[in-house]
C-alpha cells in the first residue's frame, strides 16, 4: 500500500471493560477546514480524498457496525458497506466482512426505496425507532423488505436514548460500532460520555458559513488525550481519546 494505515490496523475497537455492558464507540467523521460536513440544507459534499477514504473503509472493517441518523439516510442515500479489496488489506488479513447499518429514526422516515433496502445490499439495516411506531404501517413495510426494526424509550429531548441503544446493540452481539454522522448524531455522541475513540479527517477546503457544522454544541464536547496526526494524501486524520468529567 503506498500510504501507510497502520495506526489503524494497530488498534484495538474492542470494549476492554465488559462490565459495562455496552459495545465500543468509535466517531469518525470528515470536515472541512472551517468545519462544516456537508453543504447548504444538509447537502452531500465529497470532503476526503482518496486516502481517507480507504481509511474510512478500513474502519469500517474493524467494527461490528456503523451508525448514522436519519437525516445522512434521506440526504445521500448511502450503503455504508466496505468497499475495499485484498490489495488494501494487510496480507493474511482474512475475508471482507461488511459492518451492521444501524440508523437511528425517531420518527420512522425511514424510505422503502432506500439503497440499504436493496437485494443486492450486503447488509439490511437496524432501525432503532419510538416506541409509537409499534403498529404503524412504515414499520410493517421495512420489515417485509428485511429491515429490522427495533422500538425504544425516547430522551428528555426527544431523541433515541443512546445508552438504550447501545444496551440494546450489546444484547445483540454488538461490541464494536462506529458512528459516522450526521451533526445531530455526532453532537449527541459527543457530550454522551460514551464515546471511546475519536477519529477526526481533515480536508484542506473551506465549504463557506452555509454550510452544516460538524458540532451543534461546542459547549458540550470533551477535551482529547493521546492525540496523534497521521497524513492520508491532501488530508490529515486526527486520533485521539475522548476525556470527560466525573459528572458526564
Known sequence: MATNYDFLFGRSFEQT?????????????????DGKIAGRHGQQLI???????TATHILRLMH?????????????????????????LPEGSGPIRHPQPIILDSKLRFPTTAKLLLPTSPTTPWIFTSSIHANSQRKTDLEALGAKIFLLDLDPSGHISLEGLLSTLWENKIRS?????????????LKSGLVASFLLTIAPVYVGKDGVSAVEDAEAAPEF??????????DVMMVARPRYSASS
Open 17 to 33: 471493560d465488559n462490565n459495562t455492558q455496552r459495545p465500543h464507540v468509535t466517531l469518525t467523521y470528515a470536515q472541512s477546514l
Open 47 to 53: 470532503l476526503s480524498g482518496a486516502q481517507s477514504m
Open 64 to 88: 461490528d457496525a456503523i451508525l448514522v441518523g436519519i437525516g445522512t439516510v434521506l440526504n445521500d442515500d448511502p450503503r455504508l458497506s466496505v468497499r475495499l479489496t485484498n490489495d488494501d
Open 177 to 189: 460500532v462506529m458512528v459516522e454522522g450526521g451533526a445531530s448524531v455526532i453532537s449527541s455522541f
Open 225 to 234: 488525550d493521546g492525540i496523534s496526526y497521521h497524513a492520508l494524501g491532501r
